[in-house]
């Protein structure tokens, strides 16, 4: 069974430019969370998408967006980079509530 | 204070000792709760669910849980060098999957 698959693995990107990470969950769960990973602040919750609605929402400032698709793929993106942008960027995928598999993470540097 | 509280260690147990990692959490109503284990470079993998008051047990591991104290605990027995990670303990207070992470602990195990 595929595990949750993050691309890219690692992103080097400009302040004041954007971008956009993708995370395919496993197959038939509906539940896909991300969070950013930084050793300062630990994990924090970014969003949750279930059946391609936003269903949580962490506090994190209007530059970062996600959707979800209908074959419950996800993307994140993140507008107007800025240097505090620079994290692991981890998604999740449940069927179930709490019961995370978490993908290998995309490492965003922002230089 | 944090939602999720966790001593962030070093916690050093000697090899086949129990090593106790504790967490504290703020919200009366959360629901469930998880330790999820990160190995330095990788992602957090889910080790232990626990959902009412007592004690859940799988293999080495034993994760315990008292709404009363708002504490969650998880005891590793015959502790390994290959136990030797960061800890996480998450809680689940919502309707959604959105998971509170604590701060983790480092546990080191020595041989």
């Known amino acids: 069974k595929a595990g949750v698959t993050q691309t890219p693995r690692y992103l080097i990107k400009t302040r004041g430019q954007q971008v956009t990470l993708s995370c395919s969950p496993i197959s038939g769960h509906r539940s896909v969370s991300w969070y950013q990973q930084t050793p300062g602040q630990g994990l924090q919750f970014l969003f949750e998408y279930f059946s391609e609605t936003q269903r949580n929402k962490g506090n994190f400032p209007g530059r970062f967006s996600g959707r979800q698709f209908s074959n419950s793929r996800s993307e994140m993106n993140v507008s107007t980079l800025e240097l505090g942008d620079s994290a692991l960027y981890l998604c999740a995928s449940s069927a179930t509530k709490g019961g995370y598999t978490f993908g290998s993470g995309t490492r965003l540097t922002v230089v | 204070q944090k939602e999720v509280e966790q001593n962030s260690g070093p916690l050093s147990v000697p090899e086949g000792a129990i090593a106790s990692l504790n967490c504290t959490y703020s919200?009366?109503?959360?629901?469930?709760f998880f330790w999820y284990r990160q190995y330095s470079g990788k992602s957090p993998e889910l080790i232990m669910s626990i959902y009412s008051n007592g004690d859940q047990e799988d293999g080495r591991f034993t994760a315990q849980l008292n709404k009363a104290s708002q504490y969650v605990s998880l005891l590793i027995r015959d502790s390994q060098p290959s136990d030797s990670a960061t800890y996480l303990c998450?809680?689940?207070?919502?309707?959604?999957?959105?998971?509170?992470f604590g701060g983790g602990t480092r546990l080191m195990v020595k041989p």
């Open positions: 919200d009366r109503g959360s629901q469930s």
């Open positions: 998450a809680v689940n207070k919502n309707a959604g999957n959105m998971l509170t």
